[in-house]
C-alpha cells in the first residue's frame, strides 16, 4: 500500500502566500505524475497542477502565474507553490500519485486525505 500525507494548508489574507506538501510511503517502485486538485465548497473537484516523473508541469488556466508545482523523486515529494492567493482559491486541497508499487507489481492512483486553504481577510 501506498499513504499520501499533506502539510501546509491553512488561513492566509488575499495576496499572501503558502506552500503545501505531499510525501508519498509505503511499497513504492516508481510514481509517475503527482498533482494537486482542490474541491471548493457546492463544487466539483478540478485538477489545479500536475507534474510528470520528467518534470513536465500542468497548470490550471486559473492558477497560472501564481502557483508553481515542483517535486523531489529522492523523497517522493511533490510540493505546491501558491502566490498571490485569492479568495476563490479557498477549497481542499488534495495530492494525487499514480503509483506504480512494488509488490505486486501494479499500477494505482492514490489519494491524501485533503488539507484545508483557506483565503480571507
Known amino acids: 500500500q501506498v499513504q499520501l500525507v499533506e502539510s501546509g494548508g491553512g488561513l492566509v489574507q488575499p495576496g499572501g502566500s503558502l506552500r503545501l506538501s505531499c510525501a508519498a510511503s509505503g511499497s513504492i517502485f516508481t510514481i509517475y505524475v503527482m498533482g494537486w486538485y482542490r474541491q471548493a465548497p457546492g463544487k466539483q473537484r478540478e485538477l489545479v497542477a500536475r507534474i510528470s516523473l520528467g518534470g513536465t508541469i500542468n497548470l490550471s488556466d486559473s492558477v497560472k502565474g501564481r502557483f508553481t508545482n515542483s517535486r523531489d523523486n529522492a523523497k517522493n515529494t511533490v510540493y505546491l507553490q501558491m502566490n498571490s492567493l485569492k479568495p476563490e482559491d479557498t477549497a481542499v486541497y488534495y495530492c494525487?500519485?499514480?503509483?506504480?508499487?512494488?509488490?505486486?507489481?501494479?499500477?494505482?492512483?492514490?489519494w491524501g486525505q485533503g488539507t484545508q486553504v483557506t483565503v480571507s481577510s
Open positions: 494525487s500519485a499514480d503509483v506504480l508499487s512494488n509488490f505486486p507489481r501494479t499500477r494505482n492512483d492514490y
